[in-house]
């Protein structure tokens, strides 16, 4: 019944870290050998979830148009029917008109107010690939319940649902806000978010041209064109594999003043974002780049777009420099465990129950990586302390085959690469010879065998010591009886001899 107990509670175990080890992500990130021009950036190899560049991922930025992926997906959540009509009132427009610096000239998808026959795949379509901030805004009344605010706030809520730390967002366009903000790690989370769970998302990110019903000013219905420079064949930054997914950039930041008024002569030079994805010969990743000059010092924009350069050197490094490399074979076995009490055997094997491989540098020294081994059944020392170095573990015999004992932790520069559980190579019975030597030796050991012991000497010392009293009692009786004896037996009388003649 005991052993049944413990075999059910290594099975356990096993299950747990199992589960355990397959939540955890691998990140190593890696040094490119050329110069970032954007702020922060956060690049991720999809295939294995490792992360090859990180710089400045925490940071807080202003994401500029990458609110739209946000928005977008909050749509794709919320829309019952894509094909439904939509009201398009001047409330989506109202803003633009203001005498507001960060509004002149938005991007948008020429969707007119009033307009009748602009359905939410339209909207979807004009808000993520000519960045149509009406669009932004026509989403956000409809899907709001004709509140612009309420859907903001919906973004904010899925934004903590997806594990978003450092996002705010105060709109569902992206023009410039103070309080409009996000990091590059964010945005990661919320475009693998959108990616992982709706389709429709990377279908319509991956469309370069659409087309548009008819409204006033296009009689004949119109044609909208993706704002990624990195899709068009017949741009200078064309990048064959790239798939979507959105930019963003603002020439200057306009800040309100004291008054309560801008004041455009006080201002900072803006930035430029981008979002892409990009396949080749089986490799998948998601470049997260934010804060590229938009301006050169002297206010000039800049004749390149430097968040787009980015991406493309970081996509030919990687293409070029990364391979998947297997680090571990099946079954390899990674060390041995001590066994007490194993019959003809003290220790066993732990071994990987598959093998691995990752995504690391044609050029890396394997010897780089780190090896560490963590104990999952620790026991206690002698302080009662759990044990944490796995030459102090020890295993109890019966020990069962596929028994999780340890996880590998691999390690690059000090980054995790994989948490991997290390389990039992085969089944080690119980001496049953040494089992109950060991147990005759504890029951010996303990102060009441000693003190047994102890009583069970004086008793027989204080029989030998009574018995020989006794016996020289019973000399001493005996002696005394033997010379009563004599005094108390009669004497004879002589016999007087008369010689006769």
Known sequence: MRKAKKFALFMSIILLWTTFAASLHASAAFTPKFALNSEAVYMVNTDTDIVVVSKNAEEKMYPASLTKIMTCLVALEEIKDFSSYVLVPYTAFNEFNEDNPNFWGPSNAAIEPRQTNITYMHLLYGLM?????????????????????????????????????NTNFTNAHGLFDPNNYTTAYDMYLITKYAIDNYPLFMEICDTYSYEMPANEYNPDGYYITHTNAMMKPTSDYYYEGVHGVKTGSIDKYYFVQENGLYDTSV???????????????????????????????????????????????LYDWAFAEFEYTKV?????????????????????????????????????????????????????????NGKTDMAEVMLEA???????????????????????PLITEQRIELDMTEYYKEKIMNIISTTQFKLLVGALVLLIILFIFTRAIRKSHERRVSELNKRRKISMAPQKKKKNNVFRR
Do not use: W
């Open 129 to 165: 690939l000519p960045s149509g901030c009406e669009a932004a805004n026509i989403l956000a009344y409809n899907l709001g319940g004709e509140s612009i605010p309420n859907f903001v706030q919906m973004m904010n809520d899925k934004a903590k649902e997806i594990g978003c730390k």
């Open 267 to 313: 201002f900072e030079y803006g930035t430029r974002c981008l979002v892409t994805t990009a396949e080749k010969d089986g490799f998948h990743y998601i470049v997260v780049s934010m804060g590229a000059p938009y301006c050169n010092e002297d206010g000039s924009p800049t004749d390149t777009q430097l968040s787009v350069t980015d991406h493309i050197n």
């Open 328 to 384: 571990l074979e099946k079954n390899e076995q990674i060390t041995q465990v001590a066994v007490d009490k194993g019959k003809d055997a003290d220790t066993v094997g732990i071994i990987v129950t598959e093998e691995y491989y990752t995504l690391l540098p044609k050029s890396l020294d394997r010897s780089t990586i780190q090896r560490i081994l963590e104990p999952v059944i620790t026991g206690e020392d002698a302080n009662g």
């Open 398 to 420: 019966p020990v069962e085959k596929d028994m999780a004992v340890a996880n590998l932790r691999l390690k690059l520069n000090g980054e995790v690469l994989a948490n991997i």
